[in-house]
């Protein structure tokens, strides 16, 4: 059973940054597909960022050259570095996991998801 466990969270004001950390209790096969998404109170979950094989790396439009989504597969551990945060980032942010087998997007998907870690950014 994989686990994964969202850290990092919390609140910042607009232009700020914050790093969110999930941990995974294992990395194999059916999890190098990873990926960070969101959901605001009220709307729908979004795909924020994904990545996958040696660095592979793909993001929601609104996101682009603000977030950065890294993995550590010494410490199994998924990154996401968010910069010049809006108010409109605030959101619960998760940490998910699936197989690459099938393709690897912010549109599969995923079979495993951490708890959740929320992000609050005032103007």
């Known amino acids: 059973q994989v686990q994964l466990v969202e850290s990092g969270g919390g609140s910042v004001q607009a232009g700020g940054s914050l790093r969110l950390s999930c941990a995974a209790s294992v990395v194999t096969v059916t999890t190098n597909c990873m990926a960070w998404f969101r959901q605001a109170p009220g709307k729908e979950r979004e795909g924020v960022a994904v990545i996958f094989g040696v660095g592979t790396t793909s993001y929601r439009d609104s996101v682009k050259g603000r977030f950065t989504i890294t993995k550590d597969n010494a410490k199994n551990t998924l990154y996401l570095q968010m910069d010049s945060l809006k108010p409109e980032d605030t959101a619960m942010y998760y940490c998910?996991?699936?197989?690459?087998?099938?393709?690897?997007?912010?549109?599969?998907?995923?079979?495993?998801w951490g708890q959740g870690t929320q992000v609050t950014v005032s103007s």
């Open positions: 998910a996991a699936v197989s690459m087998w099938g393709g690897c997007s912010l549109g599969r998907a995923f079979t495993y």
